[in-house]
């Protein structure tokens, strides 16, 4: 019996009966509601219903509209929350929605911790590490905000045996380049302190030459160093990989023959971050430009055909290596459970007016308007304006965050475990995420059924093996 089989034989019986509470709690959210129609609990439902529709909408037209409409958007999404607070509290409902909401809660919670604990989150198993003798690492002293210098970086990383190469950041380089000619040079590891764009890049010949590659998180948002469980306040402990480290391979993403390590955007991102203000004045920027990106008549739209299902008019497509956990987690703190599925995670958005964002609100990743699928491949073409470059249309791209402009249709793939990545075995690792109720998966559990289709499904599963480091 392998790791997974004893961790979840462990976990049965609480899997179960955390189920078992998430279902009580959900039917005492009903009931108190039910119980107490003569009380007000018809009108608490749908207040809440209505409250969080209108907010959508204001929302909607905040973002949409410019002017007198956008104004009042924003009073919508404001007051109506707050109404439905000052009616709970004035007609003497608050204690019924206050009761129902905990109930919620806790069907939530324990709903979630059920699923988890009846299916964990594969692990990759490292191995460990031979230590380098010849790493040659690249960074760039503006990125994140001046971290290199802030953490001491150069020094560090020298004292520990690395060849560190500066980016000037004052003349345009060729990060790649730099990165082939540490190997031609007898490079046993490729390293890199900067963006997640400069990472995918280097991280690309890396995997070329089959080399160990090093993340030291000292970029701004550090995304994949988060999803490899790095440490982003301190990234001078990235650096103790080059003494006691150890390796796992993760995949690499790949887009129209450019690499990428987190995400491929398209449609309204990637047009607001075509503009020279967007560094500068994000938020300022997205509400300037979003009125024409979403509402505009001849705006662009997007059409994809992944894994050979097509999707038609798509105002945002985003594209990443490997899914994340939740659609409702990509805002800043999403996490990927793992980054060796050898899948691309597929997220596209089609929300065209006040109604359809109402929709989004209330159901969420059932709505007409969201699709959330995974796929081995995606090909991306747009309708409306597109630059012509050399007779070739290309239509705005962003990769891991950098603007680009790329010839259509845009290919995305993912190259299964394709990078060697170090890792210091001290670290402070990834926090499980929570995984979406799915109340058919919780009843099943509830009464035992799920947990025996998992083992099937474990034994019927070919199992992943650790890679050594070559």
Same mark, same amino acid.
Request: glycine content about 12%.
């Given at each position: 019996?392998?790791?997974?089989?004893?961790?979840?034989?462990?976990?049965?019986?609480?899997?179960?009966?955390?189920?078992?509470?998430?279902?009580? /709690?959900?039917?005492?959210?009903?009931?108190?509601?039910?119980?107490?129609?003569?009380?007000?609990?018809?009108?608490?439902?749908?207040?809440?219903?209505?409250?969080?529709?209108?907010?959508?909408?204001?929302?909607?037209?905040?973002?949409?509209?410019?002017?007198?409409?956008?104004?009042?958007?924003?009073?919508?999404?404001?007051?109506?929350?707050?109404?439905?607070?000052?009616?709970?509290? +004035?007609?003497?409902?608050?204690?019924?929605?206050?009761?129902?909401?905990?109930?919620?809660? /806790?069907? #939530?919670t324990?709903?979630?911790a059920?699923?988890?604990?009846? %299916?964990?989150?594969? *692990?990759?198993?490292?191995?460990?590490?031979?230590?380098?003798?010849?790493?040659?690492?690249?960074?760039?002293p503006?990125?994140?905000?001046?971290? #290199?210098? +802030?953490?001491?970086?150069?020094?560090?990383?020298?004292?520990?045996?690395? +060849?560190?190469?500066?980016?000037?950041?004052?003349?345009?380089v060729?990060?790649?380049?730099?990165?082939?000619e540490?190997?031609?040079d007898?490079?046993?590891?490729?390293?890199?302190?900067?963006?997640?764009?400069?990472?995918?890049?280097?991280?690309?010949?890396?995997?070329?030459?089959?080399?160990p590659?090093?993340?030291?998180?000292?970029?701004?948002?550090?995304?994949?160093?988060?999803?490899?469980?790095?440490?982003? /306040?301190?990234?001078?402990?990235?650096?103790?990989?080059?003494?006691?480290?150890?390796?796992?391979?993760?995949?690499?993403?790949?887009?129209?023959?450019?690499?990428?390590?987190?995400?491929?955007?398209?449609?309204?991102?990637?047009?607001?971050?075509?503009?020279?203000?967007?560094?500068?004045?994000?938020?300022?920027?997205?509400?300037?430009?979003?009125?024409?990106?979403?509402? %505009?008549?001849?705006?662009?739209?997007?059409?994809?055909?992944?894994?050979?299902?097509?999707?038609a008019?798509?105002?945002?497509?985003?594209?990443?290596?490997?899914?994340?956990?939740?659609?409702?987690?990509?805002?800043?703190?999403?996490?990927?459970?793992?980054?060796?599925?050898?899948?691309?995670?597929?997220?596209?958005?089609?929300?065209?007016?006040?109604?359809?964002?109402?929709?989004?609100?209330?159901?969420?990743?059932?709505?007409?308007g969201?699709?959330?699928?995974?796929?081995?491949?995606?090909?991306?073409?747009?309708?409306?304006?597109?630059?012509?470059?050399?007779?070739?249309?290309?239509?705005?791209?962003?990769?891991?965050?950098?603007?680009?402009?790329?010839?259509?249709?845009?290919?995305?793939?993912?190259?299964?475990?394709?990078? %060697?990545?170090?890792l210091?075995?001290?670290?402070?690792?990834?926090?499980?995420?929570?995984?979406?109720?799915?109340?058919? %998966?919780?009843?099943?559990?509830?009464?035992? *059924?799920?947990?025996?289709?998992?083992?099937?499904?474990?034994?019927?599963?070919?199992?992943?093996?650790?890679?050594?480091?070559?």
């Amino acid at each position: 019996m392998d790791t997974t089989r004893r961790a979840r034989s462990r976990s049965g019986p609480a899997a179960r009966w955390l189920a078992r509470c998430a279902v009580v /709690a959900a039917i005492a959210a009903v009931a108190v509601l039910l119980l107490a129609l003569g009380g007000g609990g018809l009108l608490v439902a749908a207040a809440g219903v209505l409250g969080l529709v209108v907010c959508a909408a204001g929302l909607w037209w905040f973002v949409a509209r410019r002017g007198p409409v956008r104004l009042f958007g924003a009073f919508l999404a404001v007051a109506a929350p707050v109404g439905v607070l000052v009616f709970f509290a +004035r007609s003497g409902l608050w204690l019924i929605a206050l009761l129902s909401s905990l109930c919620w809660a /806790a069907a #939530v919670t324990c709903g979630r911790a059920a699923l988890h604990r009846a %299916r964990p989150p594969r *692990s990759q198993r490292p191995t460990r590490a031979r230590r380098p003798k010849r790493a040659v690492l690249i960074m760039n002293p503006k990125s994140g905000g001046g971290k #290199v210098g +802030r953490f001491g970086l150069v020094e560090r990383a020298e004292r520990l045996g690395a +060849r560190v190469i500066l980016l000037d950041p004052s003349a345009p380089v060729d990060v790649g380049e730099l990165a082939r000619e540490a190997v031609a040079d007898g490079a046993d590891l490729l390293g890199v302190a900067g963006g997640d764009g400069t990472q995918a890049l280097v991280a690309a010949v890396a995997a070329e030459h089959g080399l160990p590659f090093l993340v030291i998180s000292a970029g701004t948002r550090n995304h994949f160093a988060m999803d490899l469980g790095l440490d982003r /306040a301190d990234p001078a402990r990235c650096l103790d990989a080059l003494t006691d480290g150890e390796e796992i391979r993760v995949d690499l993403g790949d887009v129209s023959g450019r690499p990428f390590v987190n995400t491929v955007s398209f449609g309204v991102y990637a047009d607001i971050v075509q503009s020279p203000e967007y560094r500068d004045d994000k938020t300022g920027t997205a509400l300037k430009l979003m009125p024409d990106l979403l509402a %505009r008549e001849g705006a662009r739209r997007l059409d994809a055909r992944v894994d050979g299902i097509r999707l038609a008019d798509q105002q945002a497509l985003l594209i990443s290596n490997n899914p994340y956990a939740s659609p409702d987690e990509l805002g800043g703190g999403g996490r990927r459970p793992v980054l060796d599925g050898g899948e691309l995670g597929v997220i596209g958005i089609r929300v065209e007016n006040a109604a359809q964002a109402a929709e989004l609100a209330v159901r969420g990743s059932q709505a007409s308007g969201l699709t959330v699928t995974t796929a081995r491949w995606a090909e991306v073409t747009a309708g409306g304006p597109q630059r012509s470059v050399a007779g070739e249309a290309r239509i705005p791209v962003a990769v891991d965050g950098e603007a680009l402009w790329l010839r259509t249709p845009v290919a995305c793939s993912v190259r299964p475990g394709a990078l %060697r990545v170090l890792l210091p075995r001290d670290r402070p690792g990834v926090p499980p995420p929570a995984p979406p109720v799915d109340w058919r %998966r919780l009843l099943a559990l509830a009464g035992g *059924s799920a947990e025996r289709t998992a083992s099937r499904e474990d034994r019927a599963r070919p199992q992943n093996r650790p890679c050594s480091p070559r």
